[in-house]
């Protein structure tokens, strides 16, 4: 296990295979709603504050991971973020996209993943009246990267709860979390030779 203090807000924790055994997780396997994995996060919160003085004192916390290499290890970053106002800010609110066959929605994971993936914190995937509609909730909010990323091949459908809402009430759960890591993971396509180059 190496932990690194990349900024007094930022953490980074690197796990090879042998700590991903030790610690009884896979990469494939973390969910935060698992015990183990809440579990896991707590001992090396633990190791990092013990090691470097990392402390989320009651502030919310970003958590990423990430695969490190072929062998199954992978990178965990933590990441304090500002206190709350009373009222969330735009970037916490969730934006839904449609899309019209899953060919346009499998490119704008595979976008967002290899472009974006550190912008998405959260997103899902539902199925209603014959179209897909991914719901991203992005560190940069509306007018950012990842949004315009995501309009390029599907069309805004709705901001807010109340949008979520309506779609968790009509349409077909398809992904509850990380569905752009899942489907690109499942789906991923070549890059485009521009991309390869950028």
């Known amino acids: 296990m190496e932990i690194n203090r990349l900024r007094e807000d930022k953490l980074q924790i690197l796990l090879t295979t042998q700590d991903m055994a030790q610690l009884g997780i896979t990469y494939e396997a973390l969910d935060y709603i698992n015990p183990h994995t809440r579990r896991v996060i707590n001992q090396l919160l633990e190791a990092a504050l013990a090691q470097t003085g990392f402390l989320p004192d009651g502030r919310r916390l970003l958590i990423q991971v990430f695969p490190w290499d072929d ?88 901001r807010g709860s109340l949008s979520l809402a309506v779609l968790q009430e009509h349409g077909r759960s398809l992904l509850s979390s990380n569905a752009v890591d899942f489907l690109c993971r499942c789906f991923e396509k070549p890059l485009p030779p521009e991309e390869e180059l950028s």
Not at 71 to 77: D, L, S, T
Not at 121 to 126: A, E, F, G
């Open 71 to 158: 062998a199954g290890g992978c990178q965990f970053y933590f990441t304090l973020l500002p206190h709350q106002e009373a009222e969330a800010p735009a970037a916490c609110q969730p934006q839904v996209f449609s899309f019209e066959n899953s060919e346009h929605l499998i490119d704008s994971c595979c976008r967002l993943y290899r472009q974006c993936s550190h912008r998405v914190l959260q997103s899902s995937l539902y199925y209603m009246n014959n179209k897909y509609y991914l719901v991203l909730f992005l560190l940069d909010g509306s007018q950012g990267a990842a949004e315009h990323l995501a309009a390029e091949y599907g069309q805004k459908a709705g």
